[in-house]
């Protein structure tokens, strides 16, 4: 029995999150849609593909007129306008148009990749969500972000454009590395930080399960974050205001992911720089070192990463990539503080010197 969530604009219902054990709906899922003598192009990467391309296509064939594919080799470092280009290229080449589809098949890279291909392709074509990791089927497959990465420089071009369903096979869980399953624990931690306390205690108190990927289990936290970040889209799709607190640990995150070349995974960083957010907000009196050492032990029993130690990542180069953060406004970083667990707000008024302690006190260990 699928789990669904309704995600709407303006009051009306723009695309549904819809959860399932399998991809068996799949294509009864994209009929409803109006696929039916429309082609469909399967978006995906090359580790990606050889668990999924052959079952998701097999599932399509019988709800469109064609099922095409591109396959680019895994790895944020293709998530650049190369890659675009040559899917433009592909999907010029077999004549597709704006009632056609484009399908994200993976995790976060893909999604954002093939999200803002949708969106520039003959000025916006449909797309759809299949995410595979945990980090994209909490976070990335929602809300309409899309981009790719420009010289280094993370998600530096890009569009909003609103996915027609995000369809969720949670099964999918049980093919990913200890390291990926950990990355998207990174992002749901996040969620209880910045959002409900109540639920920060539950991932907490249910550590052991998640852990053994308990399906059930998974389940109910990937319905709970993908609530989370649906409401706070709804109230804010254009990230004008309220949604800027998705970026707990991005800003922070982002620059020691530059730093270290994209050797760490994208939740792995943000576990880093909600761990510098909160220090800087104990720093600034609003939680206590209790708490912050309590997320530090939570992040560890998770398998992420707390510390810089080890990385050899100058201070000062950090700080210099945080200034590249298109998050910055009007010259100043926008960063997420935690008034308290559950309850984030935006500060522009973080110093350097307050940024260079924090990066100064994940480096020297904080356990």
């Known amino acids: 029995m699928s789990d669904r969530i309704t995600v709407h604009r303006d009051g009306k219902n723009i695309y549904e999150i819809v959860l399932e054990n399998s991809f068996d709906y799949l294509g009864e899922e994209i009929l409803r849609l109006g696929s039916e003598g429309r082609k469909l192009c399967v978006v995906t990467d090359s580790n990606v593909a050889a668990w999924y391309l052959k079952p998701v296509q097999e599932q399509l064939s019988s709800v469109c007129l064609r099922v095409d594919s591109f396959v680019f080799p895994a790895g944020e470092e293709q998530k650049n306008l190369d890659t675009v280009r040559e899917l433009y290229r592909e999907l010029i080449q077999k004549h597709y148009d704006r009632k056609d589809f484009l399908i994200a098949l993976g995790g976060g890279v893909t999604g954002d990749l093939c999200g803002y291909a949708a969106a520039t392709y003959l000025r916006g074509i449909r797309f759809i969500q299949i995410p595979t990791t945990l980090l994209s089927q909490v976070d990335s497959s929602i809300g309409g972000k899309t981009g790719v990465d420009f010289d280094s420089y993370k998600n530096m071009v890009g569009a909003f454009h609103m996915p027609t369903l995000v369809y969720t096979n949670t099964a999918a869980l049980q093919t990913l590395s200890d390291e990926q399953y950990a990355s998207g624990m990174g992002e749901i931690i996040k969620h209880g930080l910045i959002k409900s306390r109540n639920y920060y205690e539950w991932i907490d108190s249910h550590r052991e399960a998640i852990l053994r990927r308990d399906a059930d289990t998974c389940r109910t936290m990937i319905l709970e974050s993908d609530k989370i970040k649906r409401e706070i889209v709804e109230r804010d799709p254009l990230e004008q205001g309220e949604r800027a607190l998705l970026n707990l640990g991005h800003t922070l995150g982002h620059a020691i992911e530059k730093r270290m070349g994209f050797q760490l995974l994208h939740g792995q960083c943000v576990a ?11 720093r600034r009196g609003y939680l206590s070192m209790e708490e912050v050492q309590r ?27 945080t200034r590249s953060d298109k998050k910055m406004d009007s010259g100043m970083i926008q960063f997420v503080l ?11 008024t973080v110093s350097d010197e307050e940024l260079i302690d924090t990066i100064l006190w994940l480096s020297g260990g904080n356990l």
Do not use: H, K, T
Request: glycine share 12%.
């Open 295 to 321: 997320l530090c032990r939570m992040l560890l029993g998770f398998g992420l990463p707390i510390s810089l130690q080890g990385m050899s990542l100058d201070p000062e180069a950090i700080l210099s990539a």
């Open 338 to 348: 935690l008034r308290q667990i559950g309850e984030a707000v935006i500060d522009r």
């Open 272 to 282: 880093l720089g909600c761990v510098g957010a909160a220090y800087l907000s104990a």
